[in-house]
């Protein structure tokens, strides 16, 4: 099967359970084949773990969910060695986010020293704990979850962390037809019961997707535009913090990502154009006037892209 085919029932199986969210499921599975992460941004009730769940069982993996918490320590978060006294020796209990998608709730609500926690997992795919290495099962995916309201009790998150994110997607409020559609899912029992009629993918398809991306070309015109696109980022009169050279790579990633997806060998400017905003909106951060003015990320991004001429 392809990456065309294998997108197209990723997105199918998903909506089994989950209802509408199409962007969101899609730069999952994009994060998800790139061995990125998604940072989601929703308000409570969005099924936000749900689709985390329904994701876990689809690649057949195991599933963990970490509540964050103003007094959570990073051990709760990667794990610890404890002693036992019967064999008077020390034994390592590995942590939650040993598994092979983790749901980081509510991320916001943690102080930066256990944030700081996730960072080798997210980059390095694994673990020191008392001097010694642990790899992360593969596939390893974070899909970590804020509130956009209350901030009360939040802290924000580094620059650092948000940068190993590859995607931060917007969750809004459902549609008149969508709520219509979960109201009748609920009315017919719980959705969550549906996952376990889902068929994992077979073993390898991960792997499969990826070496077709590998494979996708990038002419030197989309090559530049990625590169201008960071440019104007950073010089951006409404920017404090542009795209770093991190945030290009992923955004040039994705796009390759994308072109497989749509079944192409070759990357459009378009494929750059429109995951643009998803791998960008996190890492960018405004200027005071700018948010005096009412502007967000998104609508910097779309001031940044429409100042740039699109390759032909």
């Known amino acids: ?26 730069l999952s599975f994009i994060a998800l084949l790139l061995r990125g992460h998604l940072l989601i941004e929703g308000v409570p009730g969005t099924a936000k773990t749900l689709l985390a769940r329904t994701v876990a069982r689809l690649i057949g993996g195991t599933f963990k969910r970490i509540q964050f918490t103003p007094d959570l320590m ?13 064999t008077s020796s ?8 040993f598994a092979n998608v983790v749901l980081a709730d509510e991320i916001n609500r943690a102080p930066a020293k256990t944030q700081s926690a996730l960072l080798e997992a997210m980059e390095e795919r694994q673990v ?24 009360e009790g939040t802290y924000p998150l580094p620059e650092a962390e948000l940068d190993r994110f590859v ?28 996952i376990v009629e889902i068929d994992p993918f077979p073993h390898g398809t991960l792997e499969e997707c990826r070496g077709e991306i590998e494979n ?10 990625v590169v201008r696109i960071a440019a104007e980022s950073r010089r951006s009169p409404d920017l404090i913090l542009g795209a770093s050279p991190r ?44 948010e005096i003015e009412g502007l967000d990320a998104d609508a910097v991004c779309k001031r940044v892209l429409a100042r740039l001429d699109v390759p032909r």
């Open 1 to 26: 099967m392809t990456t065309k085919d294998i997108a197209a029932r990723y997105a199918d199986q998903i909506h089994r359970v989950v209802v509408g969210q199409d962007e969101t499921v899609r």
């Open 74 to 86: 990073p051990s709760d978060v990667v794990g610890t060695t404890v002693y036992e006294i019967s």
């Open 90 to 97: 020390f034994r390592t209990r590995t942590g939650p986010v």
């Open 128 to 151: 020191t704990l008392e001097g010694e290495s642990l790899a992360l099962p593969d596939p390893f995916l974070v899909l970590a979850t804020q509130n956009p309201v209350e901030y």
């Open 167 to 194: 995607f931060k997607a917007i969750v809004r409020y459902p549609s008149a037809d969508d709520e219509r559609a979960i109201l009748r899912a609920h009315d017919r029992g719980q959705p969550s019961a549906k």
């Open 216 to 225: 996708v070309t990038v002419e030197d015109s989309v090559l530049d535009y």
């Open 247 to 290: 945030a290009a790579v992923h955004l040039l990633r994705a796009a390759k990502a994308a072109a497989a997806i749509d079944g192409r060998d070759f990357v459009t400017p378009d494929d750059v154009k429109s995951l643009a905003t998803p791998t960008l909106r996190h890492r960018l951060v405004l200027k005071a006037e700018a």
